[in-house]
C-alpha cells in the first residue's frame, strides 16, 4: 500500500513563492505518474502538473507554465513543486496523486492521494 505525504504550503503574499513536497511511503514500483492537482472551494479539481517518472518530462497546465516546476528526488521517492511569482488565483488545497500509468489528465484516474496542502496567496 502506498501512502502520499504532502508538506510546504502555507501563506504568502502575491509574488512570493512556495515549495511543495510530496513523499511516497511503501511499496512503489519505480515508473509511474506523478501529479499535483489543486481545489479551489467551490472549484472543481484542476489539474496543475505532472511527470512521468521514466521520461523525467513533466507537463503543466497553461496558467502556471513558467512559474511552477516540477522535480523529483527518486532516492527519497519525492515530488516537489516548486512554485514561483505566485498569484491570488493560485489559492487552493494541492494534492499530489499518483497511478501506475502513464499520465491521465482526469483526477479520477489516479489510485492514489495525499491529504492536501493549503496554500493561500494574498494580493
Known amino acids: 500500500q502506498v501512502q502520499l505525504v504532502e508538506s510546504g504550503g502555507g501563506s504568502v503574499q502575491a509574488g512570493g513563492s512556495l515549495r511543495l513536497s510530496c513523499t511516497a511511503f511503501?511499496?512503489?514500483?519505480?515508473?509511474?505518474?506523478m501529479a499535483w492537482f489543486r481545489q479551489a472551494p467551490g472549484k472543481e479539481r484542476e489539474w496543475v502538473a505532472t511527470?512521468?517518472?521514466?521520461?523525467?518530462?513533466?507537463s503543466y497546465t497553461d496558467s502556471v507554465k513558467g512559474r511552477f516546476t516540477l522535480s523529483q528526488d527518486n532516492a527519497k521517492n519525492t515530488l516537489y513543486l516548486r512554485m514561483n511569482s505566485l498569484k491570488p488565483e493560485d489559492t487552493a488545497m494541492y494534492y499530489c496523486?499518483?497511478?501506475?500509468?502513464?499520465?491521465?489528465?482526469?483526477?479520477?484516474?489516479?489510485?492514489?492521494w495525499g491529504q492536501g496542502t493549503q496554500v493561500t496567496v494574498s494580493s
Open positions: 496523486a499518483a497511478v501506475y500509468s502513464l499520465c491521465p489528465a482526469s483526477a479520477a484516474a489516479y489510485n492514489y
Open positions: 511503501g511499496y512503489w514500483y519505480r515508473h509511474h505518474c
Open positions: 511527470i512521468y517518472t521514466a521520461s523525467n518530462s513533466p
